[in-house]
Every structure is written in structure tokens, then in C-alpha cells.
């Protein structure tokens, strides 16, 4: 992966790395010249998260970078640190999530489901004061701006992807599993200099999945490229990599912006013929092959550092006593 240059410091940034974003977090802060806090968090026996705030960051601008892989365990202590921050004296605090969980249950598909992307959206918003994100699953959202209000921005890494699909893979034909990948499957192709094709999938179940292979595709000495947003229990990428083998094509080659790689899954894929899975740094994990931190940082500079236009800033709430002049 590339190695990052600092540019401009900005000495008043704090980067701080929640536990196992350590290695983007000091990308991120490197590439920004600014300094890279320490944080603690551990757990008391009953379970409770305990954090704690060891770097000054009075009068700073705290980045916090948090992946939201598990959002369930993570969202309670981001808050506590972006708290802690706020009332030692950071200027503002924005969050990296270079993955963004909630997003796919953007609507009510049945009567009394919870649709999470909005709830999760508004504690976000509530807890931090700007969020930079990695190409966020907005399937029938057009914006993050419909869950989000705070300056969202969302960096758009499937240039990286075709990049690298240009320069490792031989004669490539790029594969979309569904038809929620056409909007990244093709500018990939469009960067790999190769043609594409998208299946067409119907999921079951939350591990239960099945693809159609079209009858018209380009010839077999092409190498299928499986291009997702998001591997999760895998069986996406594995009913597409059966329907390909089937169709008489060699083993393919996976490549994935965020790879949750639930349970066995990295293995499973394995184990259906896949030949290779590359994916982006957005989430730790020993298939990272494209770094996708410039471009994090690139995005970030305006909200953070001040460089191009400036979000307005946040009026906070004091709490009640305070206002009331007691
Ligand atoms: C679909 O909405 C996404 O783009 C991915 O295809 C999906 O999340 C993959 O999930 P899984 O790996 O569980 O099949």
C-alpha cells in the first residue's frame, strides 16, 4: 500500500484511533502533520465501557477515526469521547468512520421493522459535529444528507478499485453481483479500461442468496472481477462466483471496498473458487490492498483544517442548569 507524505501540519488537529483503526488513524495523521492522541477504553466486569481522554485536546480539532464494524458495541463509548472532548475544551469533533454502518435498512420493508439507517443518522449526528465516510451503502437514499444533519462527505473510492484491477489483472471483466453495484461496477470498468457486466441477485435471507448468470456475456478467457461495497456473510460473492465457474469461467477475483467478512466467510469464499480477495483498508483485515487514507484525508482537510469552504459552526445545547443561570 502507499505510504502518505505529510503536506501542510496542522499542529491543532487531534487524531485519535479507537482500538483497531490504529495503522489508517496514523495515515490519517501523518498525511495531516497533525499529532496522534491516545485514547483508552476497556470494559468494567459487568460489561460497561470505561474511556478515557489521556491527550489534551483544548482548543483542537479531535478526529476521531471509529470504522463502524460494530456499531452496536462502538456507538456508546464514540459518544463518551466525543463528550470527554467537547467539555475538556475541543473546538469541534468529527468522526472518520471509514465505514458507516445502517444504511441498508433505509425503509419499512415490513410493518414494525426499525429503520435503523435514520435512528443510527440522527445519534450520529447528535454526538459529532461532521462525518467523512467510504463510499456509504446509499441504496434508496440518494444522499447522506436524507439521515445526516451534519456536514457528511462521502469519498468515492472506486477509482482506486478499477486502479488496481488494471494493474493485476489480465484481461479483466468486471462483475457487479446486483443491481445496487451498477453505480460502482461500471466507473471501475470505466477505470480498469475493461468492459462489465451486472447480475441479477435475489436474496432469501440473510445467508441465503441467489444470482443469475445473463446468457450474453463477453468470452470466457476473460478474468471475472467481482466488485462489492460490502461482503458481509460472503454469500453474495459466493453464488456469483458459482454462477461464473459454471458458465465456464476461470476462478475469479474478488474485489471489495468494505470487507465485514462475518464469521467464515473470508474462508467460504475461499472454498467456492475464488481465487483472490483484495479489498480496501476501510475495515483491518489481511485482505487490505488498496489504501484508501489519501483520499480520506483529501476529504476531510475542509471540515477539519479549514481548507476550502468551512461547514457553519454547531450551536450546542448547554445543559439545563447552565442556561437557566444557576
Ligand atoms: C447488498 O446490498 C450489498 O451491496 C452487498 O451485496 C451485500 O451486503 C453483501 O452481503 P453478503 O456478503 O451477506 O451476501
Known sequence: MTRLQAVAP???????????????????????????????????????????????????EVIVVATQQRPDAQFLPLVFLADVA????????????????????????????????RSFGRLVSRAVDWLVTVDPHLHRLTSLAEVYDIPARAVDVAPLLGAWVRTHVTRPLVVGPDAE??????????????????LDKTRHGDEEVTVTIPRDLPDTGHTAVLVDDIVSSGQTIIAAAHGLRAAGFAAPVSVIV??????????EIARAGVARVVSCNTVAHP????DVAPA???????????????????????????????
Do not use: C, K
Open 86 to 117: 467537547r467539555e475538556l475544551g475541543a473546538r469541534r469533533v468529527g468522526l472518520v468512520a471509514p465505514y458507516l454502518a445502517y444504511l441498508r435498512q433505509d425503509r419499512r420493508f415490513r410493518r414494525g421493522e426499525a429503520v435503523s439507517s
Open 181 to 198: 453495484s451498477a453505480q460502482w461496477v461500471r466507473v471501475v470498468a470505466e477505470a480498469a479500461d475493461a468492459p462489465f457486466v451486472v
Open 258 to 267: 468494505h470487507p465485514l467478512l462475518a464469521g467464515d466467510a473470508f474462508e
Open 10 to 60: 496542522t499542529p491543532d488537529a487531534l487524531v485519535l484511533a479507537f482500538p483497531g483503526n490504529e495503522r489508517i488513524a496514523f495515515d490519517i495523521a501523518m498525511a495531516l502533520g497533525a499529532e496522534l492522541g491516545l485514547m483508552e477504553w476497556r470494559h468494567f466486569p459487568d460489561g460497561e465501557s470505561y474511556v478515557r481522554l489521556v491527550t489534551d485536546p483544548e482548543h483542537r
Open 287 to 290: 485482505s487490505n490492498a488498496i
Open 296 to 326: 480520506i484525508v483529501a476529504a476531510l482537510r475542509p471540515l477539519a483544517v479549514g481548507e476550502g469552504p468551512q461547514p457553519p459552526p454547531r450551536r450546542r445545547r448547554l445543559p439545563r442548569r447552565r442556561r437557566a443561570g444557576r
